[in-house]
């Protein structure tokens, strides 16, 4: 009996830096997965542990080494290797990227870039903390528009995360189009009763009444957590006894802004504790929050705010990049760096009017119908395996 099902794609995907356990798992769902991974970021990151943990089918080529040692020695795999798969995925448009489609020109092997952070925008959000110097800052733009030119040029598919992306990819990249990364589980993020919420605080040892506010992000130059900790403080001396919660990888250095910023005042509403697993953690504090907040000064999209809005909790975040084109229906937005406005529209949300009840539900319903995990890379998978049929 013949078996006319198509075979698995061969698919070789190049990180540049991090990459997160539930896009490892989606690709090798979709495809026969290997992944080169720069060493240290995927042992720092957490990755590796997790890639274990879940038993992911993939094969992971770690390549030794600073970006400098990467860049020669991802090169040099590529070019070996290439030639065993039907298309490689590149992150980003960026170095990474140019040894893909380097590699893919000399291989016969087609290459689709994906973004999901504008790298300009981010490495201009540098200079909040300090001048990073003129002709640093001209090297660097001229660097990434350099990049991004001849990446958009030699790939076969660029994709973008969300529209806002989308049109910045679309300058350089005739042949763009939407990608969803690994979308929202809406399995797993759902909204909670009131008991499974007091259930989830006591289950992770959160306060119990006081109202929680959950700035999921990571710590870094684009995010600005400092807004979103002046806003909660301002709240405070007006009185309300909220908590701010973050779970990231530089939890540590929250703490310690926190501290600077605020003093010994703040280890008694101000909790950090280190990244939750993605899969099996972090949608219990969604569920768990009274509010979700996001002060960045650039989002290419962000999907902490759309996995909140999954969990039907409310979301106040930056009308900034990609949250300002897809979040103003759903969420209470502000300008960057307002903290007075933050810490009103966080009043505003944990008030739980009809308007912002209406308007977290709307919010819901969007999610599940444009972000559900299982369209992200089913069209994923649609979209590699034109481009190899087109190749």
Same mark, same amino acid.
């Given at each position: 009996?013949?078996?006319?099902?198509?075979?698995?794609?061969?698919?070789?995907?190049?990180?540049? *830096?991090?990459?997160?356990?539930?896009?490892?798992?989606?690709?090798?769902?979709?495809?026969?997965?290997?992944?080169?991974?720069?060493?240290?970021?995927?042992?720092?990151?957490?990755?590796?542990?997790?890639?274990?943990? @879940?038993? +992911?089918?993939?094969?992971?080529?770690?390549?030794?080494?600073?970006?400098?040692?990467?860049?020669?020695?991802?090169?040099?795999?590529?070019?070996?290797?290439?030639?065993?798969?039907?298309?490689?995925?590149?992150?980003?448009?960026?170095?990474? =990227?140019?040894?893909?489609?380097?590699?893919?020109?000399?291989?016969?092997? &087609?290459?689709?870039?994906?973004?999901?952070?504008?790298?300009?925008?981010?490495?201009?959000?540098?200079? +909040?903390?300090?001048?990073?110097?003129?002709?640093?800052?001209?090297? *660097?733009?001229?660097? /990434?528009?350099?990049?991004?030119?001849?990446?958009?040029?030699?790939? =076969?598919? =660029?994709? @973008?995360?969300?529209?806002?992306?989308?049109?910045?990819?679309?300058?350089?990249?005739?042949?763009?189009?939407?990608?969803?990364?690994?979308?929202?589980?809406?399995?797993? !993020?759902?909204?909670?009763?009131?008991?499974?919420?007091?259930?989830?605080?006591?289950?992770?040892?959160?306060?119990?009444?006081?109202?929680?506010? !959950?700035?999921?992000?990571?710590?870094?130059?684009?995010?600005?957590?400092?807004?979103?900790?002046?806003?909660?403080?301002?709240?405070?001396?007006?009185? #309300?006894?909220?908590?701010?919660?973050?779970?990231?990888?530089?939890?540590?250095?929250?703490?310690?802004?926190?501290?600077?910023?605020?003093?010994?005042?703040?280890?008694?509403? #101000?909790?950090?504790?280190?990244?939750?697993?993605?899969?099996?953690? +972090?949608?219990?504090? !969604?569920?768990?929050?009274?509010?979700?907040?996001?002060?960045?000064?650039?989002?290419?999209?962000?999907?902490?705010?759309?996995?909140?809005?999954?969990?039907?909790?409310?979301?106040?975040?930056?009308?900034?990049?990609?949250?300002?084109?897809?979040?103003? &229906?759903?969420?209470?937005?502000?300008?960057?760096?307002?903290?007075?406005?933050?810490?009103?529209?966080?009043?505003?949300?944990?008030?739980?009017?009809?308007?912002?009840? @209406?308007?977290?539900?709307?919010?819901?319903?969007? #999610? /599940?119908?444009?972000?559900?995990?299982?369209?992200?890379?089913?069209?994923?998978?649609?979209?590699?395996?034109?481009?190899?049929?087109? =190749?």
């Amino acid at each position: 009996m013949n078996d006319d099902r198509p075979r698995a794609l061969k698919l070789l995907y190049l990180v540049e *830096g991090y990459t997160d356990i539930r896009f490892v798992i989606g690709l090798s769902e979709i495809s026969q997965l290997t992944m080169i991974v720069p060493e240290r970021q995927y042992f720092d990151s957490g990755l590796a542990e997790r890639v274990a943990q @879940a038993d +992911v089918s993939v094969d992971v080529i770690r390549i030794r080494g600073g970006r400098a040692a990467f860049q020669v020695r991802s090169l040099a795999t590529l070019l070996r290797i290439a030639g065993k798969f039907d298309v490689i995925l590149s992150q980003e448009m960026l170095r990474g =990227s140019l040894n893909a489609n380097v590699a893919g020109r000399l291989r016969h092997v &087609p290459v689709v870039t994906y973004m999901a952070m504008p790298p300009l925008q981010y490495f201009r959000c540098r200079t +909040v903390h300090g001048p990073l110097g003129r002709l640093r800052s001209i090297m *660097g733009e001229l660097v /990434i528009g350099a990049l991004m030119t001849i990446n958009g040029r030699l790939s =076969s598919r =660029s994709l @973008a995360l969300g529209p806002y992306l989308q049109d910045i990819v679309s300058k350089f990249s005739g042949r763009t189009g939407p990608n969803h990364y690994y979308g929202v589980d809406t399995t797993i !993020f759902r909204p909670a009763s009131k008991a499974e919420r007091a259930g989830l605080r006591r289950l992770h040892d959160l306060p119990g009444e006081r109202p929680l506010i !959950f700035l999921a992000s990571r710590i870094s130059h684009e995010k600005d957590p400092k807004t979103a900790l002046a806003a909660c403080a301002l709240l405070r001396k007006q009185g #309300v006894d909220l908590v701010l919660l973050n779970l990231s990888g530089g939890w540590r250095e929250f703490l310690e802004l926190a501290r600077s910023e605020l003093g010994s005042d703040a280890e008694s509403w #101000v909790i950090a504790r280190p990244a939750a697993h993605p899969i099996l953690e +972090v949608a219990d504090y !969604f569920r768990a929050a009274d509010v979700t907040v996001q002060a960045s000064l650039e989002e290419g999209l962000g999907l902490s705010p759309l996995e909140s809005l999954a969990c039907g909790t409310p979301v106040v975040a930056t009308d900034v990049g990609g949250m300002g084109r897809v979040l103003p &229906p759903y969420a209470l937005l502000t300008p960057p760096r307002a903290v007075e406005a933050m810490a009103s529209a966080i009043r505003r949300a944990l008030a739980r009017s009809p308007e912002t009840e @209406a308007m977290t539900q709307a919010g819901l319903q969007y #999610v /599940i119908a444009n972000w559900s995990r299982d369209a992200a890379f089913s069209e994923l998978k649609k979209t590699l395996r034109n481009v190899v049929s087109e =190749s």
